[in-house]
């Protein structure tokens, strides 16, 4: 079992920036896949950046390229996005996840152990 924590989500002004926490305890997910995805009121979840275990493997969905950047930390079980020039479309509840097996890292359905999320609102 892995527990994952959201952290960092809050009130911003549109080409604000924020860095989002995921940290990861029960398991160490340093062999994993951890991706963020995000979800507005009445849309589908969306993909928004996945990494690998080997740091080079960092992929992005299209609406969020070149702005948001993820990264981790393994010595401390911790994901992060950071989130740059942030527009009212990135309004959504940011959730971090845990990819199980070698499905492709944009579909939510690959993913296991998701956390509770963190609301970013853009103002």
């Known amino acids: 079992q892995v527990q994952l924590v959201e952290s960092g989500g809050q009130l911003v002004q549109a080409g604000g920036s924020l860095r989002l926490s995921c940290a990861a305890s029960?398991?160490?997910?340093?062999?994993?896949?951890m991706g963020w995805f995000r979800q507005a009121p009445g849309k589908e979840r969306e993909f928004v950046a996945s990494?690998?275990?080997?740091?080079?493997?960092?992929r992005y969905g299209d609406s969020t390229k070149g702005r948001f950047t993820i990264s981790k930390d393994n010595a401390k079980n911790t994901v992060y996005l950071q989130m740059n020039s942030l527009q009212s479309e990135d309004t959504a509840v940011y959730y971090c996840?845990?990819?199980?097996?070698?499905?492709?890292?944009?579909?939510?359905?690959?993913?296991?152990?998701w956390g509770q999320g963190t609301q970013v609102k853009l103002s």
């Open positions: 029960g398991r160490a997910v340093i062999g994993y896949t």
């Open positions: 990494i690998g275990w080997n740091f080079q493997s960092a």
């Open positions: 996840a845990v990819r199980l097996g070698l499905g492709s890292p944009w579909a939510p359905g690959n993913y296991g152990f």
